[in-house]
């Protein structure tokens, strides 16, 4: 079975109390999912239509696991904590093996 992978990159943030409640709660229901962070911050490099912005990486056991964690009530509650206070674009990859 491949792995999953949450990609997420972070347009902006209006609203850096909500990205902190957002993440206080995102983490714990992340991780209950079976998500490992792999990889979290600024590009260190941005090429060709890249934009150095907030990247995340996760990985999951399969993709069934990275969809069913963003489905869970507990990651529902971290999106609602957070609100209009980032736009981000999040997308769960199947892995190669």
């Not at 409640?21 to 911050?41: E, K, N, S, T, V």
């Not at 529902?76 to 609100?83: I, R, T, V």
Request: hydrophobic share 45%; proline share 1%; no cysteine.
């Amino acid at each position: 079975m491949a792995k999953g992978y949450w990609i997420a990159m972070y347009r902006s943030v209006s609203d850096d109390e909500a990205l902190k409640r957002y993440a206080a709660l995102a983490a714990p229901a992340i991780q209950q999912g079976g998500g490992r962070f792999l990889a979290r911050g600024t590009a260190a490099a941005a090429y060709e239509s890249g934009v150095a912005q907030r990247t995340v990486l996760i990985e999951f056991d399969s993709v069934q696991q990275a969809v069913a964690t963003h489905d869970s009530a507990a990651y529902q509650e971290a999106l609602k904590a957070l609100g209009h206070g980032a736009e981000r674009d999040l997308r769960i990859v199947e892995g190669l093996s």
